[in-house]
């Protein structure tokens, strides 16, 4: 039975653990992932990632503690979860004499959906992706980067609520990733909840709302993006006369490290004292060039949570 | 949905990246889909469009794999020449032996007509054994990789994280299998039947062959089946495959000849002896009480009734034109139902008393005809062991999981 309290959308996990015989993948991991929001679960190499989306997507049985999947357990009701879910996975083949089209309305079959209806959406999902033009043309010839864009396409076949992305960025180029982004803001626009796993840390700064931060199979911390980018963090400051811009930084007693070849880097408590520190250094004539985050929002989380990795 | 957000998804520009855009959407959205909600996993579920899915899926892939037809052909090809083989042998071994055997010109005649029939008979039996060894040989290619082969390919999970009930994943493969074992047995037609219209061959016995030649596919096709399920790794499930096919086949005969010695007993037994004058000439017959070894086959002779040899000749109806048993199928067929009858007693070894030993053939003969039929029971255990490796894939396919076997990845 579904707990009342449980929201009826949403992704949560409470206490999930997991373990392959003496090898404990996930410890102790507790996420929520809400409708409307990409929440990003980032950790290292073997945090156990991959094993609590396998959990989420209804394929293995947690050791112990509960998941909701919009409403259902993945458990007890797992057709329930998979009517809802879309689960793209980290290493996937596909079904390599068949075409991209074929595929996907396999997959839209395999969902009994009706058949017009898949085929329209079908044909969308293939714009969506870039592989239009590819669409008749067997899958093995698709580049790995391709493959993962009709994983993608797979994964949204049958109009999931919930969508679990495992590393959905690797294999792709650029543009590639950059047309990912938007397809995942967009998935989140429709209402859907979005959980993407990846430690492409910058990219989830600008894909992310939240973020989930796991090593050794525990939840370490929940970043709100938003809300992490007005903590402490270190600036990187460019001027064309690096002089001129020590002078003006300790006359204004703003502490920094020795600098390096042509820049300086400070911390600052928010993007507020940036603002502050950059009109303040115009004012004072210095040339400055860039005053930019040193690193991600999430990277800056990831590696001070991280440092213990295995 | 408007038209302008799918524009921009269809072509997004670096400036998508900016947050707060428009944003891309997924398209098409879905007005209807399957919703189903409360509990149960329906792993049972046999729902005929999943398993068509699943079908036609297999189908096709095994289909565009270019050595299908090749496979196809030399499979074809190994048949004509075996076929045509095994014929000439046969008809020439007849057509010597009755050829210039000093008859009447009539009597020549009806005898090289019977030598024909003889020889068809033989030669059909020959061919069916011969396609059902090399479909027992061929059969585990079809499914034996399919479940574990496909896990190693990373395409299973995709389709357990569907609605489709693992039931519908496994009777699906069966079924694409076993319509690919059926296309090798329609080739096989052609051959089996030319030997057919050589005469000799009740058309029942041709329907019978085909009908347990399929069965026998279909049941291998499941064992193979279930073996991927249970191992990780696709040598093992085909090697596995093939014993078990193995144990069915020639195995089977084989534990029955080694049962033998378990079923002996040194035993006092009536015989019936031959009595003797003092000048050692044979007077008439005496029951006796004397200690025999007898080996009792009707406490074994089950072993052989579930290996396919013995169902396709147990079933096959007797040619109504022959006496004896003078072709491979007839034997067999008498073999089992002599082992099945066992031992009878008194022993008969009153061997001068020829009319009275015709009696004992014909009274065993009657004995043969009246016991009910062995083929069903071996069937039926056949296809009870291809059940049951179908219910153990099936249940191996079920998620989500608890156990996964050593060395295998979920998705």
Redesign the interface.
């Known amino acids: 039975m579904t707990d009342p309290t449980v929201p009826r959308a949403g992704i949560t996990a409470r206490g999930v653990r997991r373990t392959f015989g003496d090898v404990v993948a996930v410890d102790h991991i507790d996420l929520d992932a809400p409708p409307g929001k990409v929440t990003a679960l980032v950790g290292p190499n073997g945090s156990g990632k991959t094993t609590l989306l396998l959990v989420l997507a209804s394929l293995l049985v947690p050791d112990a503690g509960q998941v909701s999947i919009a409403g259902f357990d993945p458990v007890t009701e797992p057709r329930a979860v998979r009517a809802r879910t879309g689960w793209m996975p980290d290493v996937f083949g596909t079904w390599e004499s068949l075409t991209c089209r074929e595929v996907l309305l396999t997959v839209g079959d395999a969902f009994a959906l009706p058949r017009a209806a898949a085929a329209a959406r079908v044909d969308h999902l293939l714009e969506l992706v870039h592989l239009a033009d590819l669409r008749d043309r067997p899958t093995q010839v698709l580049s790995r980067g391709q493959k993962q864009r009709l994983g993608l396409a797979r994964a949204l076949v049958h109009d999931p609520d919930v969508v679990l992305l495992d590393e959905p960025a690797s294999g792709l180029d650029p543009r590639s990733r950059i047309e990912l982004r938007g397809i995942v803001r967009g998935l989140a626009a429709e209402g859907r909840t979005v959980l993407v796993s990846s430690h492409v840390l910058a990219e989830l700064d600008e894909m992310a709302d939240r973020a989930v931060i796991v090593a050794r199979g525990r939840t370490v911390a929940v970043e709100e993006v938003a809300a992490a980018a007005q903590a402490r963090r270190t600036w990187r400051v460019r001027a064309l006369d690096l002089g001129v811009l020590l002078a003006a930084l300790d006359a204004r007693r703003t502490p920094h490290p020795p600098p390096d070849r042509d820049g300086v880097e400070v911390e600052l408590g928010s993007d507020v004292e940036a603002a502050e520190l950059l009109a303040a250094l115009v004012r004072d004539g210095v040339p400055v060039v860039e005053l930019a985050p040193a690193s991600g929002v999430l990277e800056q989380a990831y590696l001070a949570l991280t440092e213990d990795r295995r | 949905m408007s038209d302008d957000?799918?524009t921009?998804?269809?072509a997004?520009g670096?400036d998508?990246?900016a947050?707060g855009?428009a944003?891309?959407?997924?398209?098409?959205?879905?007005?209807?889909?399957?919703?189903?909600?409360?509990?149960?996993?329906?792993t049972w579920s046999l729902g005929w469009?999943?398993v068509r899915?699943?079908a036609?899926?297999e189908l096709?892939?095994r289909i565009?794999?270019t050595r299908w037809t090749a496979v196809l052909a030399l499979w074809t090809g190994v048949l004509a020449l075996l076929t045509i083989l095994v014929r000439w042998a046969v008809h020439r071994i007849y057509d010597e032996s009755f050829d210039g055997a000093g008859l009447a010109p009539g009597a020549d005649e009806a005898a090289a007509r019977l030598a024909d029939q003889v020889a068809g008979r033989l030669t059909f039996g020959i061919i069916v054994f011969l396609v059902l060894s090399l479909a027992g040989l061929v059969s585990p290619a079809l499914s034996a990789t399919s479940i574990n082969g496909d896990r190693q390919?990373?395409?299973l999970?995709?389709?357990?994280?569907?609605?489709?009930s693992p039931a519908q994943i496994v009777v699906g493969k069966l079924l694409a299998a076993w319509a690919t074992g059926l296309a090798l047995l329609a080739a096989a037609v052609p051959f089996i039947g030319w030997i057919y219209l050589d005469g000799g061959t009740p058309f029942g016995r041709l329907v019978v062959v085909l009908a347990v030649l399929a069965l026998t596919i279909l049941v291998v096709c499941a064992i193979g089946l279930g073996w991927s399920a249970i191992t990780a790794r696709t040598s093992s499930s085909a090697v596995l495959t093939y014993l078990t096919v193995a144990f069915l086949g020639p195995g089977l005969p084989l534990l029955f000849a080694l049962s033998v010695p378990l079923v002996t007993e040194n035993r006092s037994v009536a015989v019936r002896q031959q009595l003797y004058t003092a000048e050692g000439a044979p007077t008439g017959c005496q029951v006796v009480q004397e200690e025999r070894t007898i080996t009792y086959t009707n406490r074994s002779w089950w072993l052989l009734a579930a290996s396919p040899y013995v169902v396709v000749a147990d079933a096959s109806p007797k040619p109504l034109s022959a006496e004896g048993s003078d072709d491979p199928m007839s034997v067999i067929r008498d073999a089992v139902r002599e082992a099945r009858l066992g031992p009878r007693f008194p022993l008969e070894e009153c061997y001068g008393d020829l009319a009275r030993s015709q009696q004992f053939d014909d009274e065993r003969r009657a004995q043969r005809a009246s016991l009910g039929v062995t083929w069903p029971y071996g069937l039926a255990a056949d296809l009870a062991l291809g059940g049951l490796f179908v219910v153990v894939a099936v249940r191996r396919l079920r998620?989500?999981?608890?156990r996964?076997p050593t060395g295998t990845?979920?998705?």
């Open positions: 957000s799918l921009s998804a269809a997004p670096p998508d990246a947050p855009r944003p891309a959407g997924t398209g098409v959205l879905l007005a209807e889909r399957p919703m189903p909600g409360g509990s149960g996993s329906g469009t999943g899915t699943v036609v899926l096709r892939q565009r794999s390919a990373g395409v999970a995709t389709l357990q994280t569907t609605l489709l998620t989500p999981t608890r996964l990845r979920v998705a």
